[in-house]
């Protein structure tokens, strides 16, 4: 029961994305196709459960006043080795997300889980806890690519099956924020009928 | 001239909010009032001139002459949360009156991603503002830099001018709060999209 | 609880958090270093390969330059049957790195994108449709005039993306400079 919770809370009521809101820069700038956003909630996934576990394990003997820039440093240590790994294994995936592979220290998500959750429970349960987050990010990274590729270029992880341009107003820019306001509308409507 | 093409670049074509994807949580968060997204932009665009250039001193005065370009990530934002820290003591003390008006944001730039995103952007891309491809220098960087952060300005200036009007309105209730703002973004980065090619 | 917060014990903490994360990266670093540096290898060697006829020696161990161009030479038995030539153009959204090849006449062998970041469905063509629609394979620049329309020359931009047709063939240009005056020098 309890770890289960713990992910399921993560995926749905502390959704990430659709309930909090956070970490709005990845989720709109690498949604271009829906293995994107999921390489990029993955990348997401790597880092929160690593910097989970190792802040609530040194929580205890870090000075209240420098929590935060310790656990920037943290993370940013874990945002790097991915940083290496991803270049070093999987390339290709490194050059499509580009600038938003560093930029996952300063994803709110992080942080704020370490803040919120992290510091203050065991290190097993912040794992868990990262793991749910993380997959909410994911799934809804992935959601969100997913509708903007069949849209904009008519294929589903890459896999073309609509002739065509597509209405590329959806890949570029503003298909992103309006694209992401539909579904947190539509995961409001599903999530107040089952409450 | 060149200096121009960056401004205009940096500040309508490639808007870092509208059309990078950068700073959208503070663009999301303090955009319902004109008066405090004012605020927000000026301690902005402050932080990331100073972080962009002591980054950029850091990384071809320090990291790659060491070898250490992969301490880049950790490097940066270590320094932009002193800068942060830094300012805040300095403002404090120096002008109070200042400190009034954007102290409550400062704290939140440390993870303002468009702080970070510029100074990493500025060492590890090319830009090709008019001319061959090339790596900025330090004062085309801090062009850039000071260029974006007005583009951040204007992008949640306009943001906020609208949300404020949104809030006189009767929006469907599902829509009310962030869903309803991210389709006026939406259509701002559509109106924006128009300035595209003109550099 | 947290430990009690002193001057001394803040800047402790901080040092020794920063100096086992460093430790830890340069750890990372040394064993991703080699994996890393064979990546970007097998990127050059896949993009060389795919502009330049078969040859049976390794372009990229016989790299020079040529006018601060990056040249690759294909030789097949000894003689040269093509180079592969890297070069930048300004594209649409920013940089494009791109690799011509040549065949030791100077025709076009074939082209491939090694990066760019054009506009996601328009100006990405470039690293498809682009080569395709523009004909220039087989060409030679010598003869004829490979720019877009628009500015005298006889391509066909591709619609809605006649700036990037116009780096890439900028692009392509300039590495026929290049390849001019590397036979020039021998």
């Not at chain 2, 320094?79 to 404090?92: C, D, P, S, W, Y």
Request: net charge neutral; hydrophobic share 50%; charged share 10%.
């Amino acid at each position: 029961m309890g770890k289960l919770k713990l992910i399921s809370e993560g995926i749905i009521k502390n959704n990430p994305t659709f309930v909090l809101i956070l970490g709005m820069c990845p989720t709109l700038g690498t949604t271009t196709s829906a293995i994107n956003g999921m390489g990029m909630g993955l990348a997401t996934l790597f880092v929160l459960v690593l910097s989970n576990m190792s802040i609530s394990a040194i929580a205890k003997l870090i000075p209240e006043e420098v929590r935060i820039p310790s656990y920037i440093v943290v993370i940013a240590a874990f945002v790097t080795i991915l940083q290496l790994l991803l270049q070093a294994f999987i390339p290709s995936l490194y050059e499509t997300l580009g600038i938003f592979i560093p930029l996952i220290v300063v994803n709110c998500i992080v942080l704020g889980r370490a803040e919120a959750y992290a510091n203050k429970n065991s290190v097993i349960d912040s794992a868990f806890d990262g793991l749910g987050v993380g997959l909410g990010f994911t799934i809804a990274l992935t959601i969100l690519g997913l509708v903007r590729e069949l849209l904009g270029s008519g294929s589903l992880f890459g896999w073309k099956f609509i002739q065509g341009e597509g209405m590329l107003a959806f890949v570029l820019a503003p298909g992103a924020f309006i694209v992401l306001a539909y579904l947190i509308v539509l995961f409001r409507k599903v999530t107040a009928n089952k409450a | 001239m060149e200096y121009i093409i960056i401004i205009i670049s940096a500040v309508f074509v490639n808007n870092i909010v509208l059309s990078q994807f950068l700073g959208v949580c503070p663009f999301l968060g303090v955009s319902k009032k004109v008066s405090t997204a004012l605020g927000m932009s000026a301690a902005v665009a402050f932080v990331m001139a100073l972080s962009t250039l002591v980054t950029y001193l850091l990384q071809y005065y320090v990291l790659l002459p060491l070898g250490i370009g992969f301490l880049q990530t950790v490097s940066f934002i270590l320094v932009i949360a002193g800068l942060v820290q830094m300012v805040e003591i300095i403002l404090k003390k120096i002008s109070p009156a200042l400190y009034q008006a954007l102290g409550i944001f400062l704290p939140l730039i440390t993870t303002n991603c468009c702080v970070l995103g510029v100074a990493l952007l500025v060492v590890n891309n090319e830009f090709t503002f008019g001319g061959d491809p090339h790596m900025l220098n330090l004062g085309q960087s801090v062009v850039y830099t000071v260029a974006s952060a007005i583009g951040f300005g204007l992008a949640i200036t306009l943001f906020s001018g609208i949300r404020e009007q949104l809030d006189l309105n009767n929006v469907p209730k599902a829509f009310r709060g962030v869903p309803i703002a991210l389709i006026v973004a939406g259509i701002m980065a559509m109106a924006f999209m128009g300035f595209s090619g003109i550099v | 609880m947290a430990k009690e917060s002193s001057f001394k014990s803040m800047v402790i903490t901080l040092s020794v958090i920063c100096l086992v994360c460093s430790a830890l990266l340069g750890v990372v670093y040394s064993v991703t270093k080699a994996p890393i540096e064979a990546a970007e290898l097998a990127k050059i060697n896949n993009a060389i390969k795919a502009v330049v006829p078969e040859c049976d020696n390794n372009p990229s161990e016989e790299v020079f330059e040529v006018d601060g161009s990056v040249v690759y030479p294909a030789k097949m038995n000894g003689t040269i049957v093509g180079y592969a030539i890297k070069v930048k153009a300004s594209g649409f959204g920013g940089p494009i790195q791109m690799m011509v090849g040549f065949n030791a006449d100077g025709t076009i062998y074939n082209t491939s994108v090694i990066s760019h970041s054009e506009t996601p469905g328009l100006g990405a063509q470039i690293s498809d449709e682009i080569p395709t629609r523009t004909q220039i394979v087989g060409k030679n620049p010598a003869s004829s005039k490979l720019s877009v329309t628009k500015d005298g020359g006889e391509i066909d931009a591709i619609t809605a993306s006649t700036i990037t047709s116009r780096a890439f063939l900028k692009g392509v240009d300039a590495a026929y400079k290049v390849f001019v005056e590397l036979q020039k020098q021998q």
